[in-house]
C-alpha cells in the first residue's frame, strides 16, 4: 500500500499542530478492505498518547479514554462525576474499592527473530517510533518483554545455541548472529525507554542431538535424561551471555508449549515435556542449578502451555515437592481458550495460591485463512476480552507474541503466520498500529506496575476490568461489544456515580482518584 497524496497532506498538517500545541500526535488513520482503520507512522510521525493536563483527575471529575470501530483511538473526554438517569435499560456497574485481589505485574510482547528482522528494515527513526510506541512513556508502556531461548517458529532458521553433536561441555555454545542482529539491540532500546522492563525467557528445543528424536520437530522428543544438568547448564549459559550484553532476565519457563511434542508431525519447533519430567528435572537440575548460581533470583515459570492443561498439570507437577518449591509461577497461553474456560485458572489460582499466573502468549490468524488482516477491530475486541478475562481470573500480567510482523504475517520458517499489532512496510518506511495494539494499550499504558485489581460487577454485554494504581487512581476499563451505544453508571460508593455513554463496538478506560 502507498500513501495517497490527500494523506501526506494531512500528516503534514496533524504534525504541525501537534508542534505547535503540544497536544497529543493524532492517529493518521488509513482504510483498508471494506472496514479496516489502521494508523500510519514513520520517520518523523506516530501517534502518542501524552497524560492528561493535570496528570491527576481533580477531585469530583474523571478522565475518559475512547477507541472505537468508527476511527477513535484514545480519544480523551472528561466529565463530572454526578447522578444519572437511570432506564430499565441502564447497566449499572459497581465497584468496590475494598475487594482487593491479585497484584498486577505487566504487559509486553516478544522479541523473536521475525520481529528484529521486520525492526531492522525500517530506518533508524522509525525503529525508533515503533519501539516508542510500546515501551515510552507516551505510548503503551510496557513493562514486560519476553526473549526467546535461540530459535523459535518466529526465526528464518531452526536453530539453538549449540547445535555440535554431543558438546557435553557446552564448548561450543555461542549466542546466535540473530541476537546480536534482531533481539539484543531492540532489547536495550526497550530498556533505554523504560528502565522497569523485565524480561523473561524460554527455549522451544534443545539441541536436538540431547533429545530421544535428533529433529527440532519431533514426535514425543523427550530431553535424554543423562542430558538433563548439561542442558540446565545451557539454560545458565544463556542468562550468563545475556548478563554480558546488559541484559538480566527476570525468569526463564520450563520450555515453550511442551504439548506440541506429543502432535504427529508438528509444525513447529518443540520438545515434549510431561508434568512428571518436567518436575524432575526442575527439582534435581534446573532449580538448583540457578539457586547455586549468580543468577539466583532469576524466577522459574512453569507449563508456559494452554489453559487446557490446567489444573492437572500443576497438580501433577507439585506432587514433587522439591519442583513445587523451585517454581515461582505459571505461565499460559491463549490458544485452547475457545474450548477451556477461565474457571480453570481459578481453580488453579486456589490449588497453589503462591505461585502467581502470567498469560505468556497470545496472537491470532493461525488457524484462519487470512493471516493478517489489516485494521480489523474484531481482532481488537478479541484481544480486550481475553487481557479482561485473564486479570479477572488472577493473571498478573497479558504478554502478546511477535512485536511487529510483515503483511503476510511473517517471516517464519516454520510457515505458521500470523497477525501482529504492529505491522510494517518498510517500502515505505513505514509501519500500521492495527486496533490489537490500541485494545493492549488501553490496558496497559494504564494500569502500572503494582495495581491491583478491585472487584467490580459482571455483565455479560458490557465486559470490565477495575484497579486501584499505587497512585491512588482507579482504572476502570469498559468493552461495549454492543452495535448500538449503550448506557453505562460505574458506581463507586465512596466517590459517587459516573455516567457513560459507551459508544456501539468500543473500548474505554476511565481514571478518576481515591
Not at 231 to 255: H, P, Q
Not at 353 to 360: Q, S, Y
Request: charged content about 20%; proline content about 5%; some cysteine.
Amino acid at each position: 500500500m502507498h500513501m495517497s497524496h490527500t494523506w501526506k497532506i494531512l500528516l503534514l498538517v496533524v504534525l504541525f499542530y501537534g508542534k505547535v500545541t503540544g497536544v497529543s500526535n493524532d492517529c493518521v488513520p488509513r482504510h483498508v478492505g471494506t472496514d479496516g482503520i489502521v494508523c500510519v507512522c514513520n520517520a518523523t510521525y506516530c501517534d502518542t498518547t501524552p497524560d492528561a493536563d493535570p496528570k491527576i483527575p481533580p477531585d469530583g471529575k474523571y478522565y475518559w479514554y475512547v477507541s472505537n470501530k468508527d476511527g477513535l483511538r484514545l480519544d480523551l473526554r472528561t466529565g463530572d462525576f454526578g447522578s444519572c438517569n437511570n432506564s430499565a435499560n441502564d447497566i449499572v456497574l459497581n465497584i468496590n474499592t475494598t475487594k482487593r485481589y491479585q497484584t498486577i505485574f505487566g504487559f509486553g510482547g516478544a522479541f523473536t527473530d521475525s520481529a528484529g528482522f521486520n525492526i531492522k528494515k525500517l530506518s533508524n527513526a522509525t525503529q525508533n517510533n515503533l519501539l516508542r510506541s510500546y515501551y515510552d512513556k507516551d505510548g503503551s508502556r510496557y513493562t514486560l518483554g519476553r526473549i526467546p531461548i535461540a530459535g523459535t517458529d518466529f526465526s528464518l532458521r531452526a536453530y539453538t545455541y549449540d547445535d555440535v553433536e554431543n558438546d557435553n561441555t557446552l564448548n561450543y555454545f555461542s549466542l546466535a548472529p540473530e541476537d546480536y542482529a534482531y533481539k539484543i539491540p531492540y532489547v536495550r532500546k526497550a530498556m533505554a525507554l523504560n528502565p522497569d522492563v523485565r524480561f523473561f525467557s524460554a527455549a522451544w528445543s534443545a539441541p536436538t542431538w540431547m533429545k530421544t528424536v535428533d529433529s527440532f520437530r519431533g514426535t514425543f522428543d523427550f530431553l535424554k535424561p543423562e542430558y538433563y544438568q548439561v542442558y540446565a547448564d545451557y539454560i545458565l549459559r544463556f542468562l550468563d551471555e545475556y548478563k554480558k550484553n546488559g541484559i538480566d532476565i527476570w525468569a526463564v519457563s520450563t520450555g515453550n508449549e511442551p504439548i506440541n511434542g506429543y502432535i504427529i508431525k508438528p509444525r513447529i519447533n518443540e520438545m515434549a515435556w510431561s508434568p512428571v519430567t518436567a518436575a524432575v528435572w526442575v527439582a534435581d537440575n534446573l532449580g538448583p542449578t540457578l539457586a547455586s548460581s549468580s543468577h539466583n533470583n532469576t524466577q522459574i515459570i512453569a507449563l508456559d502451555d494452554q489453559r487446557i492443561e490446567l489444573p492437572w498439570t500443576m497438580q501433577l507437577m507439585f506432587r514433587n515437592e522439591k519442583a513445587r518449591r523451585y517454581v515461582n509461577g505459571i505461565g499460559v497461553h491463549i490458544y485452547t481458550d475457545s474450548i477451556a474456560p477461565p474457571e480453570l485458572l481459578d481453580l488453579t489460582h486456589s490449588d497453589f495460591p503462591e505461585k502467581f499466573i502470567l498469560m505468556t502468549e497470545a496472537s491470532l490468524g493461525a488457524s484462519d485463512v487470512r493471516k493478517v488482516i489489516l485494521g480489523s477491530w474484531e481482532r481488537g475486541e478479541t484481544y480486550i476480552k481475553s487481557i479482561l478475562e485473564y486479570l479477572n481470573h488472577w493473571s498478573i500480567g497479558w504478554v502478546d507474541w511477535n512485536l511487529a510482523l510483515n503483511e503476510k504475517g511473517g517471516p517464519t520458517w516454520a510457515a505458521n503466520n500470523i497477525d501482529s499489532p504492529i505491522i510494517v512496510e518498510p517500502e515505505n518506511d513505514e509501519f500500521y498500529k492495527q486496533p490489537m495494539y490500541y485494545a493492549i494499550k488501553h490496558v496497559s499504558r494504564f494500569v502500572e506496575r503494582g495495581s491491583v485489581r478491585l472487584s467490580i460487577t459482571d455483565n455479560v454485554d458490557i465486559k470490565s476490568g477495575a484497579f486501584l494504581t499505587p497512585s491512588n487512581e482507579i482504572v476502570v476499563v469498559l468493552h461495549n461489544s454492543n452495535v448500538q451505544p449503550t448506557t453505562v453508571s460505574l458506581q463507586d460508593q465512596d466517590k459517587g456515580t459516573i455516567c457513560l455513554q459507551l459508544p456501539a463496538r468500543s473500548i474505554n478506560t476511565v481514571i478518576y482518584t481515591t
